[in-house]
């Protein structure tokens, strides 16, 4: 799924687009899906990951966040802006987290991957009869080679915006309340104290990401967070940025 540098620099497009939520609010919510709590060796969660991000198949799904939008944020009142913005921050995380799994798997994405590293030999041997699918590029990569491939384009989009959520809001949040009593008290501060680094700059191996696909699925996901949030009665900024300016 996507780590929190791109979570919090689609919530920044948002926010330069004119989004009138709350900063910090908004931000901490970006990322409170993954807030839960980890055991000694990370394969069990408090509450688990199902239940955070609302999953009810195999894989995430556009659904999950909309269903995560009816039981939670339609119709409620909220105690303050900032408690209403970090429910929609939370949703705005569920729905990225779904487009990313599409994203990925996509059989067009997949196969400029293998476009690519089918033109080494070497490459092509290791691969033998192997399917050209997803599948097939976690096994012989690794199943997280995707996060190191986004941690060196994360670490560029930081270093080019010094003024991202992620680094003067995220970073320095050290107390948060507790807005969802199924979390662990005090689990959000908690998660960001322990996971909000800064991204390895890495080597930037291009085995599925490049530079260009990456700004393509942040595009897609800015549209699709845009389009949402208005329909559910957010309000941007007439005089903010154009909506169709890359980030």
Not at 43 to 63: D, L, M, N, Q, W
Not at 89 to 104: K, N
Not at 118 to 131: Q, T
Not at 155 to 175: I, K, M, Q
């Amino acid at each position: 799924m996507p780590t929190w540098p791109t979570h919090l620099a689609l919530a920044d497009r948002l926010f330069k687009t004119g989004m009138t939520l709350d900063p910090r609010g908004f931000a901490v919510g970006s990322v409170g899906p993954d807030c839960n709590v980890e055991n000694e060796d990370w394969t069990e969660f408090t509450p688990s990951r199902e239940s955070t991000h609302c999953t009810r198949g195999r894989r995430k799904a556009i659904s999950d966040a909309e269903e995560f939008y009816r039981e939670r944020v339609e119709g409620k009142r909220f105690s303050s802006g900032e408690e209403r913005s970090f429910f929609f921050g939370y949703y705005a995380h569920i729905l990225v987290d779904a487009l990313y799994q599409d994203f990925t798997h996509r059989p067009e994405e997949v196969e400029e991957s293998f476009g690519r590293l089918d033109r080494d030999p070497a490459f092509r041997e290791r691969r033998g009869s192997l399917p050209k699918d997803f599948d097939t590029l976690k096994e012989l990569f690794g199943p997280r080679f995707t996060y190191r491939e986004i941690e060196h384009l994360e670490d560029l989009y930081l270093r080019e915006h010094p003024d991202s959520l992620f680094l003067t809001v995220l970073r320095h949040v050290h107390s948060f309340p507790d807005y969802m009593p199924e979390f662990p008290s005090g689990a959000f501060s908690r998660k960001i104290a322990l996971m909000a680094y800064l991204p390895d700059p890495g080597a930037g191996e291009e085995i599925f990401w490049t530079g260009e696909k990456y700004s393509r699925f942040l595009e897609e996901a800015f549209l699709l967070l845009h389009r949402n949030l208005r329909e559910k009665g957010i309000a941007f900024s007439p005089h903010a940025e154009s909506v169709s300016q890359t980030p």
